[in-house]
Structure formats: structure tokens, C-alpha cells
């Protein structure tokens, strides 16, 4: 199989167990970018629109990572507390800070790994309502 053609399977086979551990746990999931408003388009084609409850992006509500109320909108959106929420990012000071400025605790990761591949965070993930759970891939 050509090495693009396996990429694009293995990233179908990822959002697949992504989307059913998200089921299995009720795990809500929002972005949280500093984007415009093409992201939205962006996320539609890549078929991953689906997966998110809520799509939060700068351009759209005024104000940036690490500003909390960037955060707090996509608590808000999403109606979970911040005590229940796990942002996951790849910036010390926009991601980390920013969410701990409201109360999230934040997962910083240079790269998500995943079938031998490793894609460099686009996006900040905010997920949420995990609770006592662990979510394991």
C-alpha cells in the first residue's frame, strides 16, 4: 500500500476508535483554536466536523488562547465544569495557561501518535465530561 493511502487509512481507523470510545464514555469534545473562520470548512472535509459538540475559534468569539474566556466559552457551550475538563495542546503558554486560568488541567503534547503515525496538533482539543474515567485508545 503506498505510504499516503496507508495514511489515510490509519487516520480513518483513528477517528473510528475515537468516535466509539467517545460513545462508550459520553466524552464531549470541543476545539478551542486560534483560527478564522475557515477551520470550520477545514474539519467538514475532513470528516471530523462530526466529532466535535462544540467548535470554538478566536476569530469568532474576540479573543485568543490564553485568554480564559476562549475557554470558558467552550465550557459554557458544552456545559461541563471546568473541574470535569482536560484541554489538550501543544503551547506552554496559550494552551497550559490559558486553560488553568479557569480550572482545566492540560495535557501539552509536541505530537499525537497513533498507528506509527504522529500528527502535530492542528487544533487544541478540549475533552470533556470524562469525569472518574479513564479514556484509554
Do not use: T
Not at 470510545?21 to 467538514?44: G, H, I, P, Q, T
Amino acid at each position: 500500500m503506498q505510504e499516503g493511502m496507508r495514511g489515510i487509512f490509519q487516520m480513518e481507523l483513528m477517528k473510528q476508535l475515537l468516535f466509539s470510545r467517545m460513545l462508550e464514555y459520553a466524552v464531549k469534545m470541543a476545539v478551542v483554536s486560534n483560527f478564522d473562520n475557515r477551520l470550520r470548512k477545514l474539519l467538514k472535509d475532513l470528516n471530523v466536523l462530526i466529532l466535535f459538540d462544540a467548535v470554538i475559534i478566536s476569530s469568532e468569539v474576540g479573543y485568543e488562547k490564553p485568554d480564559s474566556r476562549i475557554f470558558q466559552a467552550a465550557l459554557d457551550q458544552v456545559n461541563v465544569e471546568a473541574s470535569k475538563a482536560l484541554h489538550i495542546g501543544d503551547d506552554e503558554k496559550a494552551d497550559k495557561l490559558g486553560a488553568n486560568d479557569v480550572g482545566i488541567d492540560c495535557w501539552l503534547s509536541e505530537s499525537i501518535c497513533y498507528l506509527n503515525l504522529c500528527y502535530q496538533p492542528l487544533l487544541s482539543l478540549l475533552r470533556i465530561g470524562i469525569g472518574g474515567s479513564d479514556l484509554q485508545l
